[in-house]
C-alpha cells in the first residue's frame, strides 16, 4: 500500500508498506503464530503447499519506511517511521527567551483558571481536573520552556545545578509564572462571579496547612526533577507523572488543607478573592507565608534528595567543571 502526502515545503513524503511474507495467489490456510528460541512471535503462513516463517523482530524495521522526494523527484533522505515519532523531523533553532517566558505564562495561567473554574463549580473532580490541566500544558509547553508552570519548581530544577536553569532566567520563569497566575485568578473570578482565597483557618491549623504544603509540594517538585530533568528524560510518561502527583496530593489531604503546592495559584486566587466584594473571608499574614513559604522549603528539600539518590548526574558535572 502506498500513502501519499504533500508537505508545506513542496516535497512529496510518501510511505511504503512491505509485505510482511510472500503471498501466492493460489489458497492460503489461516496463519498462526509461534514463538521462536528467543521469545519472539513468529507467523506462519501457507500458500500453494509452501509455508514460509518470519521472525516479527527481524521484519519490523522494514514494515514501513518513509521517504522524502524534492519537488523534481530526487530522493533526499529515507527514515523509519519511528525514527520520526521519536526524533525531530529536522533541526529547529533552540526556544526563545521571549517564547519561553510565554509558554510559562501561559500554561500557567491556564492551570490557576482550572483551579478557580473547578473549586467554584465544587466538584469533587476538581483533583483530577486540575491534575489534568497542568498534564496537558506540561506536554503543550515542555519542549518550549520545561513546562515548569511553578516557582516552587522552578526553583527545584534551579537548586539542582547541572545547567538546566540559570538564576536570571529562573527570576524571570518565576515573573511570568506569577503575572499568569493573577492573570487567571481574575479571569476564573470575572468567569464565576465567585472567588476564594487560601487560608488554613478555613481548613484545620497552620501547622497542618505548612506540613503538607511542604512536603506534598516536596513529592511534585520531585517528580519534575526525576522524570523530566534527569538522565531518564525525555520520555514520554513526564508530564503524566507531574499531573497525577498533584492529583494524588489533592486527594490525600484534601480535607486538611486547600492543596495549592504552587505560589502563583496562591496569588492569583488571594489577589482575585479581595477584588471580591462579597468575600466573607481574606488571607490572613500567616496564610500567605505558609501558602507561599512552604512550597519554597520543599523544593529545596525536593532538590537536596535527588541530589542524594542521583549521585552519579551531579558526578558528570563535577567532571566537567
Not at 516463517?53 to 518513509?66: C, G, K, V
Not at 533526499?76 to 533541526?91: G, K, L, M, S, Y
Not at 521571549?98 to 500554561?107: H, I, K, P, S
Request: charged residues 15%; glycine residues 10%; contains cysteine.
Amino acid at each position: 500500500a502506498v500513502r501519499c502526502g504533500q508537505g508545506s515545503s513542496g516535497a512529496i513524503h510518501h510511505a511504503t508498506m512491505y509485505p510482511l511474507a510472500p503471498l501466492a495467489s493460489a489458497r492460503m490456510a489461516e496463519p498462526s503464530t509461534t514463538a521462536n528460541g528467543h521469545g519472539i512471535a513468529t507467523s506462519q503462513l501457507s500458500a500453494s503447499g509452501k509455508r514460509y516463517t518470519h521472525s516479527i523482530m527481524e521484519e519490523a524495521p522494514n514494515l514501513l519506511r518513509s521517504s522524502t522526494f524534492s519537488a523534481s523527484g530526487n530522493k533526499r533522505q529515507t527514515q523509519r517511521v519511528v525514527d520520526i515519532i521519536v526524533n525531530h523531523r529536522e533541526e529547529l533553532r533552540s526556544p526563545l527567551l521571549r517564547e519561553r517566558l510565554l509558554a510559562e505564562f501561559v500554561g500557567t495561567f491556564f492551570v490557576v483558571l482550572t483551579v478557580g473554574v473547578a473549586v467554584a463549580s465544587k466538584t469533587d473532580m476538581a483533583p483530577v481536573a486540575i491534575g489534568s490541566m497542568l498534564a496537558v500544558q506540561i506536554y503543550t509547553f515542555g519542549a518550549v520552556s520545561g513546562g515548569f508552570l511553578n516557582p516552587a519548581v522552578t526553583l527545584a530544577v534551579l537548586l539542582s545545578r547541572r545547567d538546566k536553569i540559570g538564576p536570571r532566567n529562573a527570576a524571570l520563569y518565576m515573573a511570568a509564572q506569577f503575572l499568569g497566575g493573577i492573570a487567571a485568578g481574575f479571569m476564573a473570578f470575572a468567569g464565576t462571579e465567585t472567588s476564594f482565597c487560601y487560608d488554613y483557618a478555613v481548613t484545620k491549623s497552620f501547622g497542618t496547612s505548612f506540613e503538607l504544603e511542604w512536603f506534598f509540594s516536596m513529592a511534585l517538585c520531585g517528580v519534575v526533577l526525576a522524570a523530566g530533568t534527569s538522565n531518564d528524560a525525555p520520555n514520554q510518561y513526564f508530564g503524566f507523572a507531574i499531573g497525577c502527583s498533584v492529583i494524588g496530593g489533592a486527594l490525600a489531604c484534601g480535607g486538611f488543607d486547600q492543596c495549592s503546592f504552587n505560589p502563583a495559584v496562591t496569588v492569583g486566587m488571594n489577589l482575585a478573592n479581595y477584588a471580591n466584594s462579597n468575600s466573607t473571608i481574606n488571607p490572613s499574614l500567616g496564610a500567605w507565608f505558609v501558602f507561599i513559604f512552604a512550597p519554597f522549603v520543599g523544593a529545596a528539600l525536593a532538590a537536596a534528595v535527588f541530589r542524594g539518590t542521583r549521585g552519579n548526574e551531579f558526578e558528570e558535572v563535577l567532571s566537567k567543571e
